[in-house]
């Protein structure tokens, strides 16, 4: 297992001055999984794309550090596979033609039994020469998961993970969290119940506390 | 932790195969570029018919067409990805300045495509267009289309993010692109009145800085763009 550890320390996040959470840290270590639930708008989403350095925060740091060297946060994307309903895929081409493109502009260099492998894992090996446009909720929602996993992350960010899969798709998606936990850390955001009992820990984004309140990232080890 | 060259130049590459592949099959900005060339020239070619223009006024018109087709067409490469939210996608395969270089390339190549395919229709269907030094004004067009385009390529990713993107396109870009315009028109005037090909050599200097100086401050302002 990759020594990777993840380090958040009193992280806020405000948009046009409007604070969504506040005073939210935690600390995980390579096999630890984390639970992130909280009703809409508590800022679940937000908090994982900054995790993932898509967003900065307004106060507070997140420190990634594989091995005791701390990765810049311009690098982190390196480090992490991300399944969320706002990331979106190149719908004019084709599974595999998603699968090669992404892995290329990552400078990576899987051969094409690697590629062939991941589509089986997800159950899309009969469709990877239809374009993505054609595809189910579902079935976009699956490739996803191939591409997050393609290079073996050590970090897994999963937002609302279970989004359009039937029982099979949701079955390859607690195998791959299983594997995760023996490669690496897994962060879910959710608010479904199946989903949080699989992780280690949970905390609760219940809303901005008013001042003098203490913080709002409630940390809970199961 | 940086990126070796060659890794940059593979990505770079790969950003570049992807909008291609991209654009040939959604054909998002050809459409656009195709009917705007088919439909200005033959309004400019109705409204002159058989009158004689000029020199001034050719090199002029001539940029005024490759100018707002460079606008119609060369601010999808950022607007898409953001549109169908692919770009954090891209976010989280790498970093800022593959991602620019690919589009840069992207957008340029494109517009020379275009220059050239608009002048060769612009010198067939008017009469008294005719250029003494080749060479100057092929000189002049190649630097004027990638000022143009590099100027397009990082106003377009200004703007991927704003509402009011129709009107603000433009807007920004006049003013950025004024000085290219100017320095081009004139060089290319020279080019179609004076056979020598070094005739224009203070504009190519001009045009020279101009590419120099907006790429090196898209290499700036990129990163910032790019972050949230």
Redesign the interface.
């Known amino acids: 297992m990759t020594d990777i550890r993840i380090t958040v320390a009193g992280l806020r996040k405000d948009f046009n001055r409007r604070p969504v959470f506040s005073d939210i840290s935690f600390d995980l270590s390579g096999g630890r999984t984390l639970a992130i639930s909280g009703r809409n708008g508590s800022g679940k989403s937000t908090l994982l794309k900054i995790i993932a350095s898509l967003l900065s925060p307004s106060a507070g740091a997140v420190s990634l550090t594989i091995d005791g060297v701390e990765i810049h946060r311009r690098w982190t994307f390196r480090h992490v596979g991300m399944v969320a309903p706002y990331l979106h895929l190149y719908e004019e081409f084709t599974a595999l033609e998603n699968l090669t493109l992404i892995d290329r502009i990552r400078g990576s260099n899987h051969t094409a039994s690697e590629y062939e492998e991941m589509l089986a894992m997800v159950s899309l090996e009969r469709r990877r020469h239809d374009v993505v446009r054609t595809f189910s909720s579902g079935m976009k929602q699956r490739l996803k998961y191939a591409l997050a996993w393609m290079d073996r992350p050590g970090l897994l960010l999963l937002d609302e993970p279970r989004t359009n899969l039937d029982p099979e798709g949701i079955t390859t998606m607690k195998t791959l969290f299983k594997e995760q936990r023996g490669n690496g850390i897994v962060i879910v955001a959710t608010n479904e119940e199946d989903d949080a009992v699989m992780c280690d820990e949970r905390i609760s984004l219940s809303g901005v506390p008013p001042p003098g309140a203490p913080g709002t990232g409630r940390k809970g080890g199961r | ?1 940086i ?1 070796k060259s060659d ?1 940059f130049i ?2 770079t590459a ?2 570049f ?2 909008d291609t ?2 654009e040939l ?2 054909r998002y900005a050809l459409n656009a570029l195709f009917l705007f060339t088919l439909t200005t020239l033959s309004i400019i070619l109705f409204s002159f018919q058989s009158a004689t223009v000029p020199v001034q006024v050719h090199a002029g018109l001539l940029w005024v067409l490759i100018f707002f087709a460079a606008m119609s067409g060369l601010s999808r490469t950022f607007i898409t990805e953001e549109d ?3 770009i ?8 800022s300045t ?1 991602v620019f270089y690919g589009k840069l390339l992207f957008n340029v190549l494109l517009l020379l495509a275009l220059t050239a395919i608009l002048t060769i229709l612009y010198s067939l269907v008017l009469p008294g267009f005719a250029v003494m030094s080749m060479t100057s004004f092929c000189i002049s067009l190649f630097l004027g289309t990638v000022g143009l385009a590099s100027a397009s390529t990082i106003i377009g990713a200004l703007i991927a993010k704003a509402n009011a993107r129709g009107t603000l396109y433009p807007v920004l870009s006049f003013p950025i692109v004024l000085p290219l315009l100017l320095t081009v028109i004139r060089a290319t005037t020279i080019a179609m009145e004076d056979p020598a090909w070094d005739a224009a050599m203070d504009e190519y200097r001009v045009l020279v800085s101009y590419i120099v100086a907006i790429n090196a401050a898209s290499y700036l302002v990129f990163e910032y763009i790019w ?2």
């Open positions: 932790m990126m890794g593979r990505i790969a950003v195969r992807k592949s991209s099959r959604t169908r939210g692919t954090l996608l891209l976010k989280l395969s790498t970093i593959p972050k949230d």
